[in-house]
């Protein structure tokens, strides 16, 4: 790896950086209104309705409407999924809304709303962050018939994957517990799992394909409907930080 990089050099490198060093610096995106951002989300713009609408007053999703969390999630991916809705790169087959209401904001209006959903629970103080917590409520799904998983079980994927079928561990991209690694991998720990569930089979069956360069359509398909309902039920209520370590780290590069 020394070796490659020097042969980089250093303007190589210099770009690299840049490429990959996130948005936000400080916990806020550069350019982005987020006045604006809150307003679309709580109030909707022209014929698109308020975010809130469906995905909750706190952005953290409804498992009886299959949205999913959107508070605190990553920056880019949060953008890159609008943009992907409005140019039909990505298909809602959830709610069938979310290509029309996509296309009904502008390119800065998709940016402003992805700021401020990136901040919704988001607390900089210093070096260290807080975030608000919040899955499914598993005993209530469990209550209403709903078809769990194994949590273990799905630790063990989560964590170390499963080589002997080529699964690799969820952590090596989307970071312990899954709290994302700006700026590409999205935060799936605390994920609706509802939501967890119905895109990992979207993804395996190939209807979800906006995924960067199909590294999610390939491990889904090693996932049984067992390993995506243990995944889901880990994943849901899966801490944010580690043993022993209270803080979460500002920035996650990979």
Do not use: W
């Not at 990553?74 to 992907?84: N, R």
């Not at 919704?120 to 598993?138: A, E, N, W």
């Not at 895109?199 to 390939?218: E, P, S």
């Amino acid at each position: 790896m020394r070796t490659y990089l020097k042969k980089l050099g250093s303007a190589s490198i210099v770009a690299m950086a840049v490429a990959v060093t996130p948005a936000f610096a400080s916990g806020m995106v550069t350019g982005a209104d987020y006045n604006n951002g809150k307003s679309i989300f709580e109030n909707g713009k022209g014929d698109v309705p308020a975010c809130s609408s469906c995905h909750g007053a706190t952005a953290l999703g409804d498992d009886n409407l299959g949205t999913p969390r959107l508070a605190g999630q990553i920056y880019q991916f949060l953008a890159k999924q609008l943009d992907d809705y409005a140019n039909d790169r990505r298909m809602d087959t959830t709610m069938f809304v979310m290509n029309a209401n996509a296309k009904g904001l502008s390119e800065q209006d998709r940016k402003d709303v992805s700021a401020y959903l990136n901040s919704i629970g988001r607390v900089f103080t210093g070096k260290q962050l807080t975030q608000t917590s919040g899955g499914s409520d598993l005993a209530a799904l469990k209550e209403n018939g709903v078809e769990l998983g194994v949590s273990h079980l799905g630790k063990a994927l989560v964590n170390y994957g499963d080589t002997a079928r080529g699964i690799p561990a969820c952590l090596s991209c989307h970071g312990h517990n899954g709290r994302g690694v700006d700026p590409m991998y999205p935060r799936i720990g605390e994920q609706k799992f509802g939501y967890l569930v119905s895109q990992l089979k979207k993804l395996r069956d190939g209807t979800r394909d906006n995924d960067v360069m199909a590294q999610m359509r390939v491990v889904a398909k090693k996932l049984t409907d067992e390993d995506i309902l243990n995944v889901a039920t880990f994943l849901t209520q899966a801490p944010q930080t580690t043993m022993g370590n209270s803080r979460i780290p500002v920035e996650h590069l990979p």
